[in-house]
């Protein structure tokens, strides 16, 4: 939390790893501290992942996501301001908060999504998409339209996606397809390619690319 009464502004983080269970919320400590220094309060949540024993996948994953989010509105705090909530993620963690955006049934409304290099072509994405969904798009097909972004356009609300074309773990290609795609919906969505672009740049806070989402997520 800022310091002072708020209410303030605020952002759900979710942390990247592909989904994997030695990657935790820890990833993203750093930006979440730079961003209450900005005003925000931030809700930096967890889920099961695949491996040791977490049983993450098809659903629960997305299911703890989702009971994370909601669970902002049983808080009752007056600091918060649930009419500002934006949702934030890096590589695997975008991919769930587009994921996240798209949900029309929770408690907590989302107002905006920042996608940084983003899994947000589950298709592309690998083996390690195809264990957190149990399979690949023509052997879940149901699945891969309830959970990849790409299948989720419009999600109606504004986009921020930022990757870098030197991103050597999750193309940037494919948060162009995805931009293409969202804008060819009707969604507002904007790309940013900030330089250096590598992949782990966005849970540094003292790199351009956090800078950027900083202060598009700190915007009034």
Not at 9 to 36: C, F, M, N, S
Not at 80 to 108: E, K, M, P, Y
Request: glycine fraction near 12%; charged fraction near 25%.
């Amino acid at each position: 939390m800022p310091d002072g009464d708020g209410p303030f502004p605020v952002a759900i983080a979710i942390h990247g790893g592909y989904w994997q269970a030695r990657y935790t919320k820890r990833l993203e400590k750093p930006v979440a501290v730079d961003l209450t220094r900005r005003g925000v309060a931030v809700w930096n949540i967890e889920y099961r992942r695949l491996g040791r024993g977490q049983a993450g996948g098809w659903p629960a994953t997305f299911d703890d996501v989702g009971a994370a989010i909601d669970k902002l509105a049983e808080l009752r705090d007056g600091r918060l301001d649930l009419g500002r909530v934006t949702v934030f993620g890096h590589s695997a963690g975008g991919q769930l908060a587009l994921w996240a955006s798209a949900r029309r049934d929770g408690a907590v409304r989302i107002a905006r999504v920042c996608a940084q290099a983003a899994v947000c072509d589950m298709a592309s994405a690998g083996s390690a998409a195809r264990e957190l969904m149990g399979g690949a798009p023509d052997d879940v097909p149901e699945r891969y339209a309830k959970g990849d972004p790409m299948q989720l356009v419009p999600l109606g609300v504004p986009i921020l996606l930022v990757h870098g074309a030197q991103d050597a773990t999750v193309p940037v290609k494919r948060s162009r397809r995805f931009a293409e795609a969202a804008r060819a919906a009707g969604d507002d969505v904007e790309l940013i390619e900030p330089e250096p672009g590598g992949h782990r740049v966005h849970v540094d806070p003292r790199s351009k690319a956090w800078g950027i989402a900083a202060s598009w997520i700190a915007s009034p």
